[in-house]
């Protein structure tokens, strides 16, 4: 198993950027596909982004796509999601995700392996 370790998360204006990071260890994360989702109180957990095993493939929610990038470095074993243009409506706790496999995938309960998650909150 491998353990996810969230930072970076904070307070910020609408407009402003922000870079959340994801730690692992316990096992190599070049062995995973990683995916960060998001979660506000009372919705389920949403897809942000995923990036494939070999770091080759990446996908974004339409909610995002061009505002935020995943990036991975095997090296450090760090997975981070810097965030552009925020808006108000992205404010949630943000968690990343490990799935053993060599592609990432847009649902939850595909991934196995979660952080506790760090708290974005965007204000107007």
């Known amino acids: 198993q491998v353990q996810l370790v969230e930072s970076g998360g904070g307070l910020v204006q609408a407009g402003d950027s922000l870079r959340v990071s994801c730690a692992a260890s316990?096992?190599?994360?070049?062995?995973?596909?990683m995916g960060w989702f998001r979660q506000v109180p009372g919705k389920e957990r949403e897809f942000v982004t995923s990036?494939?095993?070999?770091?080759?493939?990446?996908r974004y929610a339409n909610s995002v796509k061009g505002r935020f990038t995943i990036s991975r470095d095997d090296t450090k074993n760090t997975v981070d999601l810097q965030m552009n243009s925020l808006k108000p409506e992205d404010t949630a706790v943000y968690y990343c995700a490990a799935r053993s496999f060599a592609w990432g995938s847009t649902s939850a309960y595909d991934y196995n392996n979660w952080g506790q998650g760090t708290q974005v909150t965007v204000s107007s």
């Open positions: 990036i494939s095993r070999n770091g080759g493939f990446t």
């Open positions: 316990g096992r190599t994360l070049s062995s995973y596909a």
